[in-house]
C-alpha cells in the first residue's frame, strides 16, 4: 500500500502562513490525484483542495479559496498546501490524501491517507 506523511503544522496567529508537506511512499506520483482535507474540533472531515496527475487542475473549497495554493512536485514524490492569512476557523487537523483516478477530486474516499498533522490559528 502507498504510504503518505504530512508535516509542516504548527500555531500560527490569524493573518500568518503556513506550507504543509505530504511525503508520498513512492519515488513519483504518476497517475495520482492528491487531495487536502481537514477535520476540526466537532466536526466531520471535510474537503479543502485537490490536484489532478500531472498537475494541470486545481480545485478548492470555497472557505479556502484565494488563501490556499495546492502543489505537487511529481519527481520527488511531495505534495504541497500553501496556506495564507489564516483564521481561527481554519484550525483543525489536516490529511494528506492520494487516489489513482488522476482527475481532480472532492469526494472523501480517496485510496491512500496519511496520519494527519494539526493546525492551530489563534486570533
Known amino acids: 500500500q502507498v504510504q503518505l506523511r504530512e508535516s509542516g503544522g504548527g500555531s500560527v496567529q490569524a493573518g500568518g502562513s503556513l506550507r504543509l508537506s505530504c511525503q508520498v511512499s513512492?519515488?513519483?506520483?504518476?497517475?495520482?490525484?492528491m487531495g487536502w482535507f481537514r477535520q476540526g474540533p466537532g466536526k466531520k472531515r471535510e474537503f479543502v483542495a485537490t490536484i489532478s496527475w500531472p498537475g494541470e487542475n486545481t480545485y478548492y473549497a470555497d472557505s479556502v479559496k484565494g488563501r490556499f495554493t495546492i502543489s505537487r512536485d511529481n519527481t520527488k514524490g511531495t505534495g504541497y498546501l500553501q496556506m495564507n492569512s489564516l483564521k481561527p476557523e481554519d484550525t483543525a487537523v489536516y490529511y494528506c490524501?492520494?487516489?489513482?483516478?488522476?482527475?481532480?477530486?472532492?469526494?472523501?474516499?480517496?485510496?491512500?491517507w496519511g496520519q494527519g498533522t494539526q493546525v492551530t490559528v489563534s486570533s
Open positions: 513512492e519515488r513519483t506520483l504518476t497517475w495520482y490525484t
Open positions: 490524501a492520494a487516489d489513482r483516478i488522476a482527475t481532480i477530486k472532492t469526494a472523501i474516499n480517496y485510496d491512500y
